[in-house]
């Protein structure tokens, strides 16, 4: 007899899970950490980031432009160095999250260093923990193979300020690199591809050596290595509150070890409510253009952006993804700075098209939506609608697109365990309401 004829959960299973919402009213609750107006609710202070979308008046949202800032620093400021000294952003950065301060070149250069000398894996990991068992999704390989970097460390348990800096720095270093070999024994074990092993070269940035190890001939332009370089500074941090970030702070105040922290959040940042949204964004657009004769014409386009809203196209679900964020109402400077960078690299090549019909897409949707559900919430596009095209003309295949976030990330997350492990001081713990009313009454085998 199979498991779903013993078990009848698999007919009931919403209804033994169903909470009636009247509950959430009754007492309340304010589901996903949100206050009814949309806004998060406050759940600890943080010095790392900043995500501004909106202004408070007397209790009321006002939209604003959106800002985001490390360590108190513009993220516009940070990325617009342009100067012949300053190749690649990402390792400041990261310096930047982690350290407090930004760098002189002297620092940056020996975290560099630290970074370029702890690319090395364990003696055989590559064959005996990516490429055996391997899964078939490359973001649960990556925080398997995180668990499995802690039985290679004598000290996994040390919860000294020297092992945590070391452990973060190692996973900085060490992700990107695990990340291509994942992928390449996924394809190699699922879809009969070849298994593809570039050692990584010292010396070159984060960016460089994820596209070197990438590309079969190693080959890349430094135009395609700085535009990936700012993905991962733009993919970085992003406040305390994001679900993998918070996912970091709920494992920290449990004083659980550093890998199985970031293997945790790495599960988070799958979920396609967060990072793996992308994939949505990705198909939907692809469906889109599949069925708009003319990208050019916006009446065709506006027709189809209202039949996703209506539920009548792409995953029935009335979603436009790519607009609309839980902080950012005017504008998401992630998405702002990512545009600049896009139109750019899609000038005069086959992107260009592609190009404008996404403009086209973040200029209509917020009007499609207020015409068809008269929704006056202010929405603007966020990083996701550039992010895999972006992606997409650097040749990166969709099945990193997630796993590249986690590798930027990163350094998100190490600030975030530092600050916690040092101001938390107690383990986060909130409160769920029981909806039943006093006790039921037991009764033996025999009368149930």
């Not at 436009?320 to 400077?333: E, F, L, R």
Request: glycine share 8%; net charge negative.
């Amino acid at each position: 007899m199979g498991t779903e004829k013993r078990l009848d959960l698999y007919e009931n299973f919403n209804a033994i899970n169903t909470i009636a919402p009247e509950n959430y009213d009754t007492y309340s609750v304010k589901r996903g950490l949100r206050n009814p107006d949309g806004t998060g609710v406050v759940a600890g202070v943080t010095n790392i980031s900043s995500v501004h979308g909106y202004l408070l008046s007397d209790g009321v949202k006002i939209p604003d432009d959106g800002r985001l800032s490390y360590r108190g620093y513009d993220l516009y400021d940070l990325l617009s160095d342009e100067s012949g000294d300053r190749r690649f952003a990402y390792e400041e950065i990261s310096y930047l999250l982690i350290m407090g301060k930004l760098p002189t070149r002297t620092e940056l250069d020996g975290y560099i260093a630290s970074i370029d000398a702890a690319r090395e894996l364990p003696d055989g990991f590559t064959a005996s923990k990516i490429m055996r068992d391997t899964p078939r999704d490359v973001m649960n390989l990556l925080s398997r193979s995180i668990l499995q970097l802690y039985v290679d460390d004598p000290d996994a348990e040390d919860r000294s300020a020297k092992h945590e800096i070391t452990t973060a720095i190692s996973l900085i270093s060490r992700l990107p690199r695990i990340m291509v070999l994942s992928y390449y024994a996924v394809r190699a074990r699922y879809f009969g591809e070849s298994m593809i092993l570039h050692r990584f070269t010292p010396g070159e940035s984060t960016a460089e050596t994820i596209l070197s190890m990438l590309r079969p001939d190693r080959s890349y332009t430094q135009q395609e290595a700085r535009m990936l370089d700012i993905m991962l500074c733009l993919h970085a941090e992003h406040g305390g509150g994001n679900n993998s970030t918070f996912t970091t702070r709920v494992l920290t105040s449990a004083d659980t070890d550093p890998y199985s922290t970031y293997a945790a959040a790495i599960g988070s940042l799958k979920g396609r409510k967060h990072g793996g949204a992308n994939h949505q964004i990705i198909a939907m657009q692809n469906e889109l253009m599949e069925n708009v004769a003319d990208w050019e014409d916006d009446g065709q386009v506006a027709d189809y952006l209202a039949k996703i809203v209506n539920r009548e196209a792409y995953d029935r679900s009335g979603l436009v993804y790519g607009i609309g964020h839980a902080v950012y109402t005017k504008s998401d400077p992630r998405a702002v700075i990512l545009k600049r960078f896009a139109r750019d690299l899609a000038e005069g090549t086959e992107f260009e098209a592609k190009f404008h019909l996404l403009e086209s897409i973040e200029r209509l949707a917020p009007e499609v939506i207020l015409a068809e559900k008269g929704t006056k919430k202010d929405m603007c596009a966020n990083v996701d609608m550039y992010s895999g095209f972006v992606y997409s003309m650097l040749g990166i295949p969709e099945d990193l697109f997630t796993p590249l976030f986690a590798c930027a990330r990163m350094s998100g997350w190490a600030a975030h365990r530092f600050e916690e492990i040092v101001s938390g001081k107690r383990i986060i713990r909130p409160a769920y309401k029981s909806a039943h009313q006093g006790l039921r009454q037991w009764k033996p085998m025999g009368e149930r």
